[in-house]
Antibody, heavy 119, light 111 residues
Framework: EVQLVESGGGLVQPGGSLRLSCAAS????????MSWVRQAPGKGLEWVSV???????NYADSVKGRFTISRENSKNTLYLQMNSLRAEDTAVYYC?????????????WGRGTLVPVSS | QSVLTQPPSVSGAPGQRVTISCTGS?????????VHWYQQLPGTAPKLLIY???NRPSGVPDRFSGSKSGTSASLAITGLQAEDEADYYC???????????FGGGTKLTVL
């Protein structure tokens, strides 16, 4: 079955760090553009970061310098390392696939993992 | 403030037609970037509804259609059904941000 399963979410204090994982099955992560998209409670969707097929990355201004996207090809897994977390980073984080590899539409979504940032 | 602008809410009676607008700028929709639409049912992850401005993925009913013109796009839903009640988001690529941008979302209420 083609799917994405996120894990690693949980309560973290402001200033803390967390690493999210996204295990893919049924397709190869490294052959697709892969992104993270987040949704704050009761709010809309916000694109966070992308890793391209070649391994280069890009980030939304709101997380640049604090978050790092990466992948582990042997495990077919995507990661999001989040440092210096702030209350405004509180959200459900979705792992998504752009199978079009350049047209920037997300055809596959995980169920999401919740990251509350609070003291 | 979202880069793409959508109305916060729309409503319609069963069987009616509704449209949801999505307005961008010269760095995204106006630059020729495609517009994509997602449906998010309560408590679930978003689902791709329209891609490439007017294409439907397999399994999406033809009651859903999309169009794009200039710096705007729209999603039309005909033959409204109770199960269409959801949040709808438009999305595009922004060349000045070098990343994806979303609209703020539109809540569809079926009366």
């Amino acid at each position: 079955e083609v799917q994405l399963v996120e894990s690693g979410g949980g309560l973290v204090q402001p200033g803390g760090s967390l690493r999210l994982s996204c295990a893919a099955s049924g397709f190869t992560v490294s052959s697709n553009y892969m992104s993270w998209v987040r949704q704050a409670p009761g709010k809309g969707l916000e694109w966070v970061s992308v890793i391209y097929i070649g391994g280069s990355t890009n980030y939304a201004d709101s997380v640049k310098g604090r978050f790092t996207i990466s992948r582990e090809n042997s495990k077919n897994t995507l990661y999001l390392q989040m440092n210096s977390l702030r209350a405004e980073d509180t959200a459900v984080y979705y792992c998504v696939r752009d199978r079009s590899n350049g047209y920037w539409y997300f055809d596959l979504w995980g169920r999401g993992t919740l990251v509350p940032v609070s003291s | 403030q979202s880069v793409l602008t959508q109305p916060p809410s729309v409503s319609g009676a069963p069987g009616q037609r509704v449209t949801i607008s999505c307005t961008g700028s010269s760095s995204n929709i106006g630059a020729g970037s495609d517009v994509h639409w997602y449906q998010q049912l309560p408590g679930t992850a978003p689902k791709l509804l329209i891609y490439g401005s007017s294409n439907r993925p397999s399994g999406v009913p033809d009651r859903f259609s999309g169009s794009k013109s200039g710096t705007s796009a729209s999603l039309a839903i005909t033959g409204l059904q109770a199960e269409d009640e959801a949040d709808y988001y438009c999305q595009s690529y922004d060349s000045s941000l070098s990343g994806s941008v979303f609209g703020g979302g539109t809540k569809l209420t079926v009366l």
